[in-house]
């Protein structure tokens, strides 16, 4: 990305095509999308964990470690996001599922791709959002609301954390990596 600014695209996938993510993602019906436990949000060994948990699941994440079954299903959005941002790689895929907890919760600041706890430059992360809720994505300090089918697309050197929301069940967002 070019620019240090934080682009917000709404209605970024077609309707068609979100709702049919979306029910995968939240379906109950079998096979049912595999949700894995985190007991961290972010790696601090200093860090109190005990609120600061979420379910994910990792798309992609580079050739080494190769894609998910369901990466196949999800692999058209960098498509869209290559027409905003011209990406040259594919880095990492990883969704991310927020529960209710009665209460807010700030996760720990962080970047997403680092070498050598730096930060590395020339990287782009990009939240989609599939849930609209009072959660959301605070990225230099400003609060952006979750808003489904919408993505924010920001450099790696800018520090982000997520919000817990209170006003709703889950809040689900598909962070991307690209350079």
């Not at 948990?53 to 990792?58: A, D, K, P, W």
């Not at 290559?82 to 529960?99: A, P, S, V, W």
């Not at 979750?146 to 697309?153: K, P, Y």
Request: charged content about 20%; some cysteine.
């Amino acid at each position: 990305m070019k620019n240090k600014d934080i682009q917000i695209e709404k209605n970024f996938l077609p309707p068609i095509f979100f709702n049919k993510l979306k029910t995968i993602l939240t379906s109950q019906e079998w096979p049912a999308f595999p949700w894995h436990f985190s007991s961290q949000t972010v790696y601090d060994p200093y860090f109190k964990q005990d609120d600061h948990f979420m379910f994910t699941h990792i798309l992609y994440f580079g050739l080494q470690q190769g894609a998910s079954v369901w990466f196949k299903e999800f692999e058209p959005i960098v498509y869209f996001l290559d027409n905003k941002i011209k990406l040259k790689k594919l880095l990492r895929m990883k969704l991310n599922l927020y529960t209710n907890q009665n209460k807010i919760v700030k996760h720990g600041s962080h970047t997403d791709i680092n070498k050598e706890d730096t930060p590395v430059p020339y990287v782009t992360v990009s939240i989609l959002n599939f849930t609209t809720c009072n959660g959301g994505t605070i990225i230099k300090g400003k609060k952006y609301p979750s808003h489904e089918n919408e993505v924010l697309i920001f450099d790696n050197v800018n520090k982000h954390s997520g919000i817990v929301q209170t006003d709703t069940q889950a809040r689900i967002v598909l962070n991307i990596a690209t350079a």
